[in-house]
């Protein structure tokens, strides 16, 4: 039953990995951030043996205390009080500082890594044919990118905190054999035990979470699939059916989680247990042996914390291997999206840095023999820096003719060639690093603001956004956002106004500095206002930069150094705006049509 549901969320590509090959993904990932990680460690290291030393200088304050009581009149008393006291506070802050930075760096180990996977996703699924999206939806697509790479990003953090208390562990067993082997050895009776008891529970965690994993994807598909047919649902009077079905899929949910919870809630309670037997056992020994006049009181104290914070991070074991399931299930996914195959081919020669020259010569491309050519025997030669517009009906090809220059799809004849290279025999990789793309409807990952202009450069600097984002005017709004720079972008961007979410798209566009840009309609959907602030800061995204707009509003096709006309898939007219006018062809009736509203103040040559 369970195996039925779970097939539900999954896409037609993907497939399972083995944890081994999941983590020989990861590896590079981390590597990228070892920085972070070694820091992280290094803190927690410090963090590790402050926390040590701090009940030592109290059991020494203890310690005097007993002395004091029985030997009334020491002289030196006071003054060892005053000065361990000290030292006590003094480790208990150092400890709270190592913590924080300990934390800071966590933080910049996962988001850094969230950015590098979402970075390459995003390039990958970038790579693909428009096909590929017309084949997948895009709401799971941008779950994948954005909600699977923070999920294993924040593994990052988890496995640092492992590696914590395995060197917590080592480090206070070790502090505890070195004053008293005896002693520890008795409390240490109770180890085998207890991983005896974690292992057998294990079992049931990675059962459960498998589990609870497959219901909710369950419940999460059928939501969708139903909301998004509800039209259906509604016109075929079956409403009462998919509630039905949706309620037994949610119950099944929320037994599973029952289940789940019942087992991991246990946890905390079940170590606690374990940390009372071998207190009880130290306690016992460990008092006898006071009484014996073997070790001090202090020592018993010091021994009694250590064993606490000994078993304390043990508690969080539970919740590490939920965390460690639920992001290799989201590495499954994502690697699983990154894995498609691309059927533009990757390989070739890799693109030289570009001058940004574009050439088209008799090219031909239709989607599918049967529909036609869409593209018929086209030429066109761009220089580097021109600023050309593309103008033409809807249908007649603009759209194509930039993807097919992105490689978005494989022209059947003719060539196109940048810099005087054919681009079929170029890495469409490294030539799409070099092109920017802004489209009508600009795409916003959940994140901050900053995190969706890293995007198309990881590596860049505080400076660097602050100077795209000032170029293009963004800043102004920005500041007005809660957190500015690190505000929050809901899903698909829907806290922002189009207008806002452009201009963070070409803010985006610029930090990634392309030779070639290309802008599809980007400012066809925002009111007259925005358009003149974005009209604005374009004129510095096409400075040094080949630039094609296919435009929808006029005063982008007015500064143009030439204008294009495509009709039914090839060029009918081109010059600038006056020459194109005094023509009185195509564009003069485009002109009329689309154009001459906005433009009232626009003479018509
Ligand atoms: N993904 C696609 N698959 C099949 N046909 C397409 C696809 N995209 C566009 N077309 C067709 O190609 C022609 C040109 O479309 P397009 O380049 O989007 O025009 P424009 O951008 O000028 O409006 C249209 O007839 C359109 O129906
Ligand atoms: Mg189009």
Redesign the pocket.
Known sequence: MWRVLGTLSKESYDRQYSDRELLRRLIPYIGAQKKFFVLSILFSACRAIASLVTPLFFAIVFEELVRLGTSAGAITGPTTIWLFSGFYVLFLVLEWVFSYFNSVNKQKLQSNTMYALRHDLFKRVNQHE??FF?RNKTGLLMARISGDAFQVGSVMNTVVDFVEIVMFSVVILGAMFAINWQLTALAALVFPLLFAFIFVLRKYLRRYSLLQRRAEAAVNSATEEYIRGVQVTKSFGQEQRVQRHYEALQSRKASVNARRFFVFRSFPEIIDFFTAIALFIFLVGGGIDVLRGGITPGILYLFITYIRRLFQPLVQLGTFYATLQGGFAAAERMFSLMDVEVSVKAGGQTCPPLKGRIEFRNVFFA??KK?GD?IRNLSLDVPPGELLAIV?E???????LASLLARFYEYQEGEILVDGIPINRLDPDSLRDQLGYVLQDPFLFTGTIRENLLLGAPGATRDDIDQAVKAVRANTFIKTLPGGLDATVLEQGRNLSQGQKQLLALARVLLKDPAILILDEATASVDAYTEKMIQDALERVFEDRTTIV?AHRLSTVLNADRIIV?DNGRIVEEGTHVELIRREGRYRELYKTYYAHQGMLEPMA
């Open positions: 428009l096909q017309d989607y599918s529909k869409v033409g809807t249908g007649a090809g603009k759209t194509t296919i495509m």
